[in-house]
């Protein structure tokens, strides 16, 4: 099926080598190839190995060897001495090589990157007002580095350029704080306030830690916001991301939200076209404590309401329910959107994961449809 897959590119990718319509491809193909994304996975472990190795000089005995023969060298004939001391000249560098590669090829079990070395801060710009970097006033440009927090006011606006890989716009009344930044991590505090983020990058590597979850970039853009009680609001409007926390997750595609609460983690995410009455029905049994008749009521209108569009949520609801609520929920999902083949009532009511998988791969297809970012994807694919 894809023929043109990047497995040479993700080298060069992972560390930001890769520039313009070259990088998105990349993360096209990457988002839908389950094969490069298992290579960009290994590839990715190798450079955090990598980035862990320390510094080694040779060991003092060698160079005491190499001065001791140097030395003999010179005592013999000018000719032979020209060809010792180009010999020489040779043999250090493939001796430091040598003894370099060993210690990278013990400590990576074979696999060699050379890492290039990441920036500690994120360049700012202006966009309106005067944000604030450590509570201090920056001009038209600035940086923020690991550790700082950047604040706008009620008239303040900033950009923020994530190393290599994209950008986030932050909007007022906003205060976020960088909290690493290196080849194979990229990652934010949002404590309060709005941000736009435009990545282009590998999947799982631009994150945004807020109060009641952690939205992990799958190569898109999104809009995220947290009030003062610490709840969240996602909205994706290109690609896929991930929310997790200690005790749920949540896969939310393009032109869909999911909300999150401190102490619950992240909601089940909803197209945003979704009926009021499904909207409301959702947050009542994501949010609230029901009583058994109150929560029965908000279960079928949820289902009652349900398009096959909505296939998304309620294949999330699926490990969210137990009991007879799940076996509702699979009937009403298998009416909008049959099982693949080798998947099975009983299966997935014991949430077997390897049937769940088959069917959230199944209702993918459904979901790229509106996904700008997969149709060029295709398009890259099927040339």
């Known amino acids: 099926m894809f023929a043109k897959h990047v497995s ?3 080298s060069a990718y992972c560390n930001g ?8 491809q990349v993360a096209e193909h990457v988002l839908v190839c389950q094969r490069c994304h298992r290579e960009l996975d290994e590839v990715k472990l190798g450079v955090r190995l990598a980035e862990t190795l320390p510094v ?3 060991p003092a005995s060698l160079l005491a060897e ?5 030395e003999q060298q010179a005592s013999q004939a000018p000719q032979t001495r020209r060809r010792a001391t180009l010999i020489s000249a040779f043999t250090w560098p493939r001796l430091t090589f040598a003894f370099t590669s060993l210690l990278i090829a013990i400590a990576l079990g074979g696999w060699f990157f050379i890492v290039r070395p990441s920036t500690t801060s994120w360049e700012v710009e202006r966009l309106e007002g005067a944000p604030r970097i450590d509570s201090e006033n920056m001009g038209e440009q600035g940086r923020l580095g690991i550790g700082e927090w950047l604040e706008t006011d009620a008239n303040s606006r900033a950009l923020l350029s994530v190393g290599r890989i994209g950008s986030v716009e932050i909007d007022p009344n906003t205060r976020v704080r960088l909290m690493e930044t290196r080849a194979t991590e ?3 505090a949002l404590a309060r306030g709005r941000m736009h983020a435009s990545i282009w990058a590998p999947p799982r590597l631009f994150f945004v830690n807020t109060p009641s ?3 992990a970039d799958l190569g898109c853009a999104y809009t995220l916001e947290v009030d003062d009680a610490g709840a969240g609001l996602l909205h994706v409007t290109v690609g896929w991301v991930a929310l997790d926390s200690a005790n749920r997750s949540a896969i939310v595609p393009a032109g869909a939200s999911c909300a999150t609460r401190q102490g619950m983690g992240p909601g089940t995410p909803y197209y945003e076209d979704a009926t009021e009455a499904f909207r409301t029905a959702l947050a009542k049994l994501d949010f609230e404590q029901l009583d058994s008749g109150a929560r029965e009521n908000a279960l079928i209108s949820v289902l009652n309401e349900a398009r096959p569009r909505d296939a998304l949520t309620l294949w999330h609801l699926l490990s969210r329910t137990s009991g007879e609520e799940r076996a509702h929920v699979y009937d009403r999902l298998a009416a909008l959107v049959p099982p693949p083949a080798g998947v099975t009532r009983e299966g997935v009511l014991r949430l077997d994961e390897r049937m769940l998988d088959l ?9 790229f ?7 060029r994807a295709w398009r890259w694919i099927w040339g």
Request: net charge positive; hydrophobic share 45%.
């Open 369 to 375: 449809k509106n996904d700008p970012l997969w149709r």
């Open 17 to 24: 080598e890769l520039k313009g319509d070259e990088a998105r």
């Open 8 to 10: 040479k590119k993700l």
């Open 66 to 70: 190499l001065d001791v023969r140097l």
């Open 359 to 367: 069917w959230r791969d199944e209702l993918k297809l459904g979901w």
């Open 56 to 58: 080694v000089s040779a």
């Open 213 to 215: 979850a952690v939205a």
């Open 186 to 188: 990229h990652r934010l």
